[in-house]
């Protein structure tokens, strides 16, 4: 299953064999910089946009790939009904949009989120916590 992480100042949508064989790639890496918003989405329907450009679609189950519209092109990697992570971005990068079904939607768009508002926590080690 796809998984969003920070690595440093990227974002990355690292991508399971199978994924990445239909993506046609292994990953995709886009700037910290660049995410604008995100945000977990239930219906995961909702956050798509435009006509599928370079994509493996079957219907009801998954979507992995590239979707073109007005506003540029979203890559997606969606298991129908999960809830999806829907981050959009600004250039530079490639994308406008990712739609991606992580497992734990919740805490990586909160970590996001945590890493987009101080971009060095994501460089830090986690502090443990006393106990």
């Known amino acids: 299953m796809a998984r ?40 995961w ?23 073109r519209h007005p506003q540029g092109r979203d890559f997606a990697v969606m298991r129908m009904p999960r809830p999806v992570v829907s981050v959009d971005l600004r250039p530079p990068s490639p994308f406008a949009r990712l739609v991606v079904s992580d497992p734990e939607p919740e805490a990586t768009a909160s970590a996001i989120r945590a890493a987009v508002r101080d971009p060095d926590a994501s460089a830090r080690p986690a502090q443990a916590s006393a106990t």
């Open 4 to 43: 969003l992480q920070v690595k440093g100042d990227e974002l990355v949508v690292r991508l399971s064999a199978v994924e990445g064989l239909c993506a046609r790639r292994r990953h995709v890496r886009v700037p910290l910089a660049a995410v604008e918003n995100v945000v977990v989405t239930h219906d």
């Open 45 to 67: 329907w909702r956050a798509l946009r435009g006509e599928p450009e370079a994509a493996v679609w079957l219907p009801g189950t998954r979507f992995v790939g590239v979707r």
